[in-house]
């Protein structure tokens, strides 16, 4: 069979498809734990709320905060860090919370790109506060959890890899619930869809809206340690890029759709995965691994060119 | 309303207009009379400073912003007369965020403000584009750091650099590589900046030349966190070492990911890698990588020791980088300035290619491009959670250029422009 012969096979070709898939699916949760947040945001007010990244990046930080100040004491790891992530959350919840209630409430029936822009204000004004108080260096963020990695098909993965990975599943199953099975969740499906008459059946509206920003605020919390603690560094802009992918993902999956955020998110990891393992390869070495985000943005594109919506979106049209 | 609309208007623009001239005289007023009055008024001079202060680079751009104004400050307490006044420099520190575009609208600004020379960019990328602008303007353009060798090569007469080029410094890693790592096949990664592609290219020339297989070359940008898919890639082609041209955000998440995919082969950088942050983020994986820097390890500088101690005490942090280029880049300047006994552009231009100043980091004087004659290029590996000192390559024999010239007085001062 000259066909096999003349070629080579690469040693490692399944162990490399592995790993890239692992790869992706870690990068992709990551994401998806983001996009929970921006949907959720948006499934209820329309709002894209662009401050969502740095709401991340304080979170990471403030752990990171916590860990350092109980070094010293000789608490287990796992310990610290769940106080760790449990102060952040609530940091960031009172921070979502105070957010919502300064930059957008006043501006809830201003015209749309009001809101726009003051949440891109937000986002810089947390960005400079928090390089004011963190410095501009990066931090390294310790170790807590267990950072062996196990085997798979000869593919390497580590603990916080499928913390990560369960992490976005198990908080897109409890948003599920929420949203679709409690009373909460009910007069949060009622304010989205139409904040006025959700008020006469007695919904409070300004409370719905700022439970929203609580809980994605918690989701952007448990995401920043997360996120540091996969690559073991935080940043006072590391909320910056990553909030675009997120945001990304929310659109490829269907803004507003909360299986569609996690979807969008995966799918997006995967692909830049792949893209950068496999298309320098695929294309004889023109397009080199840089050409990822390309890559992504085509598939982006591709998708919202046949469904405007998303690939898992309602008809959003006359709100978009 | 209209007429009366136009009338506030042309108002306006004519107080405008007026607080204009009156600002521009200001400027020159004072120096005209001073110098005919009281001789002994301070000459004012203008140094721009850009380098990225925000962003993921910000705190090497602020470690050369330190060290520029370390020396700014020791020229200014030394009371230099220049022309029976006494010289007091300001430096403009502004913030070019690494962005080429961002680099060419604070060249702009720094023309716009009549700098009598400018330091920096820090990056390449932001040299290379306002370099032209300084050019232009005639504006001296003393560059601390930016290594990309294309920045000497235009034939500006505006533009010097005291440090080693990337043609040097990529030369010594490619040749470090294939000689004493006696890798076969290197894995070569860049952030497809000015910097790092250069300083790759140059490295994959020279390790090609020794011998050694370039087997995967791999791109990424000045602002990724994640490798693990080129990383994934690189670990499938087995090389020995993985080469990275970038700055140290990217190289410390690059080496601690490395680790995790159980990747065994060496982690070798140039200096955008090779900092004290580098250490503390990269942990444990940091053991054992390599880099390099241009010049002699800060320790073996002539002025090095004392300069950590002062650098410490002023800032209370250690130096990232650049710090003590940044340092003698505004010496040179201000040797010039004495030289010269004026601080003119024009005079510090005429000045500098004679530079033979003893600096913190070498002896500095330059060849006809501006570059730094006789550079030396370092070579270190991590070892203890410090930069160890390999071998170092090239530079001036023992015996130093003779210091600086004596200012010679001269015609009388110019005002400051």
Known sequence: MPFFTSKPVRFGLVETFVQQLINGLTLGSIYALVALGYTMVYGILGLINFAHGEVVMIGALVALAVYKALAATLLPPALILLIGLTIAAATCMVLGWAIERIAYRPLRNAPRLAPLITAIGVSIVLQQLAMLFWGRSYHSVPALLPTESHDILGARISDVQIIIMLAAALSMAGLIVLVLRSKLGRAMRATAEKPEVAALMGVDANKIVALTFIIGSALAALAGVLVSANYSIAHYQMGFLLGLKAFTAAVLGGIGNIGGAVLGGVLLGIIEAMGAGYIGDLTGGVLGSHYQDIFCFMVLITVLVFRPSGLMGEKVSERA | ?417
């Open chain 2, 1 to 417: 309303m209209q007429t009366r609309f136009s009338h506030a208007s042309l108002l306006l623009s004519l107080s405008a207009a007026l607080a204009l001239a009156a600002c521009g005289k200001k400027e020159e007023a004072p120096a005209a009379a001073v110098e005919a009055a009281a001789p002994q008024g301070p000459l004012v001079v203008k140094l721009g400073h850009s380098a990225p202060l925000t962003g993921p680079q910000a705190h090497i751009g602020k470690d050369t912003e330190y060290g520029a104004q370390m020396a700014v400050d020791d020229a200014n307490a030394a009371n230099i007369q220049i022309g029976g006044r006494t010289l007091k420099i300001e430096l403009l520190g502004e913030d070019d965020q690494a962005d080429p575009k961002q680099g060419t609208i604070v060249a702009q600004k720094f023309v716009d403000a009549k700098v009598n020379a400018v330091i920096g960019h820090m990056n390449s990328g932001t040299t290379l584009p306002a370099s032209v602008t300084y050019a232009n303007a005639n504006i001296p353009q003393v560059s601390a750091s930016a290594t990309n060798p294309e920045y000497t090569k235009r034939g500006y007469k505006t533009a010097f650099r005291v440090m080693t080029n990337d043609e040097a410094q990529g030369k010594v890693l490619g040749e470090f590589a294939a000689g004493k790592l006696a890798a076969k096949n290197i894995a070569v990664i860049d952030d497809k900046t000015q910097y790092g592609e250069g300083i790759a290219n140059e490295f994959k020339k020279a390790a090609e030349a020794k011998g050694a297989k370039i087997v995967a070359a791999e791109h990424t940008d000045d602002k990724a966190v994640d490798f693990a898919a080129i990383l994934t890639k690189i670990k499938a082609t087995k090389p020995d070492v993985i080469f990275f041209g970038g700055m140290d955000p990217q190289a410390a998440p690059m080496s601690l990911q490395m680790k995790k995919l159980g990747i065994k082969a060496v982690l070798l950088m140039g200096d955008g890698g090779c900092t004290a942050d580098f250490l503390k983020n990269a942990g444990a994986s940091a053991e054992g990588q390599y880099c390099s820097k241009p010049g002699v390890p800060t320790e073996q500088m002539p002025g090095g020791p004392a300069f950590i101690e002062k650098y410490k005490a002023k800032y209370n942090a250690p130096i990232q980088l650049y710090a003590p280029y940044a340092y003698d880049a505004v010496m040179v300047v201000v040797e010039a300035i004495k030289r010269a006994n004026s601080a003119d552009s024009a005079a510090i231009l005429a000045e500098l290619p004679k530079t033979s100043y003893k600096g913190v980091t070498t002896d500095i004087t330059f060849d006809e491009k501006g570059d730094i004659k006789d550079a030396a290029v370092t070579l270190y590996v991590a070892k203890g959670g410090q930069w160890a000192q390999v071998e170092t390559v090239g530079g001036k024999p023992a015996e130093a250029a003779p210091a600086a010239p004596a200012t010679a007085p001269a015609a009388p001062a110019p005002a400051a422009k």
